[in-house]
């Protein structure tokens, strides 16, 4: 698969993805820490990929155009 992330969009779905990650764990309970939780985890996945599988659909990228 192909890389649709640009760095600065990668840098901002890592720093939210730990606070997500943070907040489900440590603030958050029950069901609402675990959605919390999994959101954070995606957009950790996200990030450490470069590839957003929402944007494949609509042919959509963050990277600078060439």
């Known amino acids: 698969m192909k890389v ?3 760095t600065l969009d990668r ?3 890592a720093a939210i993805g730990l606070m997500l990650l943070g ?3 440590f603030a958050a309970k029950g069901t609402f820490g675990i959605v919390l939780d999994v959101l954070g ?3 950790l996945f996200t990030a450490a990929t470069g590839m957003c599988l929402l944007y494949m659909p ?3 990228s ?3 155009k060439k």
């Open 4 to 6: 649709n992330e640009s």
């Open 41 to 43: 985890g995606i957009l």
């Open 23 to 25: 907040a489900g764990i």
């Open 11 to 13: 840098v901002a779905r």
């Open 58 to 60: 609509f042919k959509f």
């Open 62 to 64: 963050t990277l600078p």
